[in-house]
C-alpha cells in the first residue's frame, strides 16, 4: 500500500520588468536541497504556480529566458517560501530590473572561428557567472543581467572544440544602473 499526499503549493506572479523586456522571457524555478521545480509564466498576466511541491523551504528563482545575444537584460532574483503539504504560499509580485552588460571583442588566430570560442565573466570574489555565446556582430560577444560589481573575463576554447590556445583574462567592473563594459 502507498500513502498519497496532497502536495504544498507555491504562487505568485513577475511584477514589473525593464522596458522591451516581456513577460513571456521570464523563467521561474524552485530548488529545496536536492528538489528542484519548474513551470511556466503565464505570458499575459505573468501568473506562476508550483504544485506538488514536498513541505519544506524552497527558493524560487525568476530569470531571463534565453542564450547569448537572444537573452533579455534582466538580473535573477531569488525569493524565499515555506510549502506546506495541502496548503499554498503566494510569494507575491516578484520584479526584475536590468541588469548591466559587459561585450566582449575577439579576435581569434588565423585559421579559428568564433565558435570555436566560449567566452565567461565569474563575478569577483563570488563564484557567481555567467557565459555569452551569442555572437552580434564581428566578433563581439555579449553576456547581459549581470549585478553590479567586478567581473574576471575569460576567452578559452569552446569544451571538444580541439582547439589549441592559451585561456586569456582581464576583470572589469560592471554597473548596472550605467549599463556595459567593453573588454
Known sequence: ???????????????????????????????????????????????????????????????????GANQPNVTSRSVVAVASLGDTTDVGAIALTAGGVIDVTVTPPDGLGLSDLEISAQRIPSTEGASGTGVLASGVFRIVGLPSGDYRVSVRPRYGSGVNIVETAGTVAVNAEIGRAHV
Open 1 to 67: 500500500d502507498f500513502a498519497v499526499f496532497a502536495g504544498g503549493k507555491i504562487t505568485g506572479t513577475i511584477g514589473s520588468l525593464p522596458s522591451g523586456v516581456a513577460k513571456r522571457q521570464i523563467s521561474i524555478s524552485a530548488q529545496s536541497g536536492s528538489n528542484s521545480a519548474w513551470t511556466q509564466v503565464n505570458p499575459s498576466t505573468g501568473a506562476f504556480t508550483f504544485v506538488g511541491l514536498a513541505a519544506g523551504t524552497w527558493t524560487v528563482t525568476a530569470r531571463g529566458q534565453g542564450w
